[in-house]
């Protein structure tokens, strides 16, 4: 059974950083592409970032965030920089393996002002 667990996520003041982790298990198989969603209280859940081949953000995190990946390991990171309040959410990563999206439990990550 794969299974993708987080880690890394948090309390911090605005401006701050973290660094998240997401590290898959169970899997014999590489994931195409890996990344972070967030959804905050009362929102949907929004894309962060994602890594493939190449790697693309929302444009509210371009600059801050930055996404990493082991493939080996079907590992990916996201370090986050210069932290606002509104980034307060719970981040999930997601790894996708052909048409399937494979999802970890979430991370708590909360920015005070």
């Known amino acids: 059974q794969v299974q993708l667990v987080e880690s890394g996520g948090g309390l911090v003041q605005a401006g701050g950083s973290l660094r998240l982790s997401c590290a898959a298990s169970g899997s014999n198989f590489r994931f195409n592409a890996m990344g972070w969603y967030r959804q905050a209280p009362g929102k949907q859940r929004e894309l962060v970032a994602t890594v493939s081949s190449s790697t693309d953000y929302a444009d509210s995190v371009k600059g801050r965030f930055t996404i990493s990946r082991d493939s080996l390991r079907n590992t990916v990171y996201l370090q986050m920089n210069s932290l606002k309040p509104e980034d307060t959410a719970v981040y999930y990563c997601?790894?996708?393996?052909?048409?399937?999206?494979?999802w970890g439990q979430g991370t708590q990550v909360t920015v005070s002002s």
């Open positions: 997601y790894g996708r393996y052909l048409i399937r999206n494979y």
